[in-house]
């Protein structure tokens, strides 16, 4: 079993920069591999990136690249999912999952444990 936590959304305006957290307790954090997903109103929950039970692998969504960035702190067992010049498009409920078996799903319906989710909403 996995518990996931995740904290941070909010309210931005188009171009903020917002961090969320996830927090995961249970098993052995380096044992799985970890990813941020989001979920907006009347869509279909969407990978956003990825990062290895390593910390040494990431992987994102074309839209997100060059904005987002995945990092894993694992004596805290946290992930972070550091956004930048966010865009109205951005606003959705964003949850963080685990993953115990083979590395790059990105498929909502592959990862094992999920968190409750935080909001974000990005004001244009």
């Known amino acids: 079993q996995v518990q996931l936590v995740e904290s941070g959304g909010g309210f931005v305006q188009a171009g903020d920069s917002l961090i969320l957290s996830c927090a995961a307790s249970?098993?052995?954090?380096?044992?799985?591999?970890m990813a941020w997903f989001r979920q907006a109103l009347g869509k279909v929950r969407e990978f956003v990136a990825a990062?290895?039970?390593?910390?040494?692998?990431?992987d994102y969504t074309n839209s997100v690249k060059g904005r987002f960035t995945i990092a894993s702190d694992n004596p805290k067992n946290t992930v972070y999912l550091q956004m930048n010049s966010l865009k109205p498009e951005g606003t959705a409920v964003y949850y963080c999952?685990?993953?115990?078996?083979?590395?790059?799903?990105?498929?909502?319906?592959?990862?094992?444990?999920w968190g409750q989710g935080t909001q974000v909403t990005v004001s244009s």
């Open positions: 999952a685990t993953v115990f078996r083979d590395w790059g799903l990105r498929r909502a319906n592959e990862y094992d444990y």
């Open positions: 990062i290895s039970r390593s910390g040494g692998i990431t």
């Open positions: 249970g098993r052995t954090f380096s044992s799985y591999d």
